[in-house]
């Protein structure tokens, strides 16, 4: 009796463990949950390291022959500096790498800064001192963002006082030993600024618009080449839907990167910071190195 009921035990115990190991080896349940907790892991990997990330994204246009060599721009937008250690040595890399590319023009296109108007008010000296680098890398033109707008009335005799031209609802030929080019500012759409104003006969050379809202892309009927910022591409942008939203009332052809019409040709950059949520999926912040050959 005793062999039997040691048997019957151990045949038990071997149907148990069979059962065992046929419900482990599928179980849509944990498949699933293994799916969803693989892929937030690589998500949030992924926003972890992408934040503070940027690249260089170089970028050429063709001028018909019209520069004896190629000039080289610096394109900078939507830097949204924060009041933290962190985001000033992010800072300093942007600065050390714009200084790599030995430019001949820097072109800031606003949102300087990602803070509040009580916390920008605390932190700005520091951060125009830290914008003060560029002009000592080559000449620097900008235009204001709605973030300047929002946070203080001054931010153009500011950012004047660093060395930097404000550029906005103005125009200005500029000289290179490789050719001319008109550099023209318009104002942001985003916050009522933009004003249309064609090309002066007197300014003369490659046309070139400075913006911080693209919108201003497709309203202006100058010709030549545009260059804004303001939507960071979406900041967020996911597989087949693309990006859900974008802050612009701007056609969707102009919230990211470049485009051609028959009289306009324009970059819209993803820009070097955040805004709202600190972080990006699906686009790169970036350094825009233009080239005009």
């Known amino acids: 009796m005793k062999g039997v009921i040691i048997e019957n035990s151990i045949r038990a115990m071997d149907f148990a463990s069979k059962e065992r190991k046929r419900r482990l080896r599928f179980n849509p349940s944990v498949v ?17 390291t992408s934040t503070d990330n940027f690249k260089v ?8 022959g019209q520069f004896s060599a190629p000039l080289n721009i610096a394109f900078l937008t939507d830097l949204h500096v924060r009041n933290s250690t962190s985001q000033f040595e992010k800072l300093n890399l942007i600065v050390e790498s714009v200084r790599e590319l030995d430019p001949d023009l820097i ?25 003060s680098a560029f002009p000592t890398i080559a000449p620097t033109y900008a235009v204001l963002g709605n973030h300047e707008w929002w946070t203080a009335n001054d931010w153009g005799a500011a950012i004047a ?16 030993e490789q050719g001319r080019i008109c550099l023209r500012g318009l104002g942001d759409t985003y916050t ?11 300014c003369t050379g490659i046309p070139i618009t400075l913006t911080h809202d693209p919108l201003a892309i497709e309203s202006d009927d100058q010709s030549g080449l545009y260059l804004a910022g303001h939507t960071h591409c979406g900041q967020i942008r ?30 819209v950059s993803a820009g070097l910071g955040t805004s709202i949520i600190p972080f990006r999926f699906g686009t790169d912040a970036a350094i825009e190195h233009v080239i005009l050959k």
């Open 192 to 202: 009522g600024h933009y004003q249309p104003q064609s090309f002066t006969p007197t």
């Open 107 to 131: 072109l800031l296109g606003g949102d300087f800064t990602g803070e509040d108007t009580a916390t920008t008010r605390m932190f700005r000296d520091e951060l125009l001192t830290a914008l």
């Open 57 to 64: 994204q170089t970028t050429q246009f063709d001028t018909q």
């Open 238 to 267: 996911l597989p087949l839907i693309g990006a859900p939203w974008a802050p612009t009332r701007a056609s969707e052809e102009y919230h990211c990167g470049v485009g051609i019409t028959d009289k306009k040709v324009w970059l």
């Open 32 to 48: 699933v949950v293994g799916i969803v907790l693989t892929f937030s892991v690589f998500f949030v990997l992924s926003v972890l």
């Open 161 to 176: 006082g660093m060395g930097i031209q404000l550029i906005e609802n103005q125009q200005r030929s500029l000289t290179f």
